[in-house]
């Protein structure tokens, strides 16, 4: 046999268990404590609900609204918090130790870009053949990133080698 279907959120009307309530009327007012039977029969009169804003306070403080139009708003809240948060992706920059002055500059102006719009940049430096033998060239490239990058950005994660590729993060200030 299934288990009832659980509910989130507050308690509302019947599904309020307590004996005694401090009800907050429609207009926001405190009506002081009463028994939950009497502050349902009040939200009946004026046609709202009653719902538990606060359950574990003694005794529980519920109020008179419309819950429809409750859960409406808490809607919007969520979608309005939803909206605010920026999501921080990694950008990949892909350099090569013998990297030319005018493609620098290039990967150098998209890596800055990406920091202006808050996201997090990695620059992969990858080695082919003998350039293994000479990885100082390529520490020097990063270095150079790493001071040019450094008013607008700070190093997350310092230089290390991966299999044939050297790895650096770099996060906005």
């Given at each position: 046999?299934?288990?009832?279907?659980?509910?989130?959120?507050?308690?509302?009307?019947?599904?309020?268990?307590?004996?005694?309530?401090?009800?907050?009327?429609?207009?926001?007012?405190?009506?002081?404590?009463?028994?939950?039977?009497?502050?349902?029969?009040?939200?009946?009169?004026?046609?709202?609900?009653?719902?538990?804003i606060s359950p574990n306070a003694s005794?529980?403080?519920?109020?008179?609204?419309?819950?429809?139009?409750?859960?409406?708003?808490?809607?919007?809240?969520?979608?309005?918090?939803?909206?605010?948060?920026?999501?921080?992706?990694?950008?990949?920059?892909?350099?090569?130790?013998?990297?030319?002055?005018?493609?620098?500059?290039?990967?150098?102006?998209?890596?800055?870009?990406?920091?202006?719009?808050?996201d997090k940049v990695k620059v992969t430096?990858?080695?082919?053949?003998?350039?293994?033998?000479?990885?100082?060239?390529?520490?020097?490239?990063?270095?150079?990133?790493?001071?040019?990058?450094?008013?607008?950005?700070?190093?997350?994660?310092?230089?290390?080698?991966?299999?044939?590729?050297?790895?650096?993060?770099?996060?906005?200030?």
């Open positions: 046999m299934p288990a009832p279907p659980t509910r989130d959120g507050p308690r509302v009307n019947e599904e309020i268990r307590a004996p005694q309530v401090r009800l907050i009327d429609q207009d926001g007012e405190m009506q002081g404590v009463m028994s939950a039977r009497d502050a349902m029969y009040r939200a009946q009169q004026v046609g709202l609900d009653l719902l538990e005794p529980p403080v519920v109020k008179i609204l419309d819950f429809g139009k409750y859960k409406y708003e808490q809607q919007k809240k969520k979608n309005e918090a939803k909206k605010k948060q920026k999501v921080i992706e990694i950008k990949e920059i892909k350099v090569r130790p013998n990297i030319d002055e005018n493609d620098y500059q290039v990967k150098l102006r998209a890596m800055k870009s990406f920091i202006e719009e808050g430096l990858r080695f082919r053949g003998r350039e293994m033998a000479h990885q100082e060239i390529g520490v020097r490239v990063l270095e150079r990133i790493k001071n040019e990058m450094d008013p607008t950005s700070k190093v997350e994660q310092m230089p290390r080698m991966e299999n044939r590729q050297m790895v650096m993060v770099l996060t906005p200030r």
